[in-house]
């Protein structure tokens, strides 16, 4: 399965159970001649590329030094490990699920995920009846401050317009098999709101800690092109 990841061609190839990153399935990958495997030269050329532009920016005037250090603390403070504390919370502390139902935005707030694309968080829960997948079709828009900065798959053209069209298809190829007797909604981000799933809780899992919990939570469990597993991420 092959997922495009936006105007430079790059991408991903499912190939024996995990994805490799490619350039190449666009203008970038036609101006190469064919695709072309990410390495350390593609990685350093983006990052000599990306410095420019900030250069210039200070350099006009547009941005200080200040403001992208600070741009850069808040992004490291932006990870999905956050919104998996929150899942796990919610999985051990029933009052506290009920409010992060009622107001996303107060109760991730409460734990201190709060800020720049997180004003208008919305959970959704998935139940044994419906699966919940979010998606932006205009852009790449994430609830920041507990998914983190959207990731490349979720920001490409292809998932954006397939997803919408074709939910259960999409996550097949990507690794989740729905049943059939389970309805699939998709849930497109706007202006005014920003998504994160709560999955279902694992089974066997009742012994476990929120610490223990939410390392079974990851930011494709929180987009819902994933399940939360019985097996911690690495």
């Not at 919990?213 to 690495?234: D, H, P």
């Amino acid at each position: 399965a092959y997922v495009s990841c936006g105007i430079f061609g790059s991408g991903f190839v499912a190939r024996r159970g995990r994805l490799e990153r490619f350039c190449g399935g666009g203008l970038m990958g036609q101006l190469l001649g064919g695709r072309v495997i990410m390495n350390d030269q593609t990685a350093a050329d983006i990052k000599r590329r990306a410095q420019a532009v900030k250069d210039e920016l200070v350099h006009k005037g547009l941005l200080s030094e200040d403001d992208v250090q600070h741009f850069l603390h808040l992004a490291e403070d932006w990870k999905p490990e956050n919104g998996a504390r929150v899942v796990a919370r919610a999985w051990t502390d029933p009052v506290f699920r009920q409010r992060l139902l009622e107001d996303a935005t107060a109760a991730c707030a409460e734990m201190g995920y709060a800020g720049l694309q997180g004003e208008y968080i919305v959970a959704l829960e998935n139940t044994p009846d419906q699966h919940n997948v979010v998606v932006c079709t205009q852009c790449s828009c994430t609830a920041w401050p507990v998914l983190g900065l959207p990731p490349d798959w979720y920001k490409s053209p292809e998932y954006r317009a397939r997803v919408v069209r074709q939910p259960r298809r999409v996550l097949s190829e990507m690794g989740l098999q729905i049943s059939p007797d389970m309805g699939v909604r998709v849930w497109e981000t706007s202006a005014e709101t920003r998504y994160m799933v709560i999955p279902m809780r694992p089974a066997g899992t009742e012994s476990l800690g929120v610490d223990e919990l939410s390392a079974l939570v990851t930011r494709e469990a929180l987009i819902g092109v994933a399940l939360a597993t019985a097996v911690a991420r690495s």
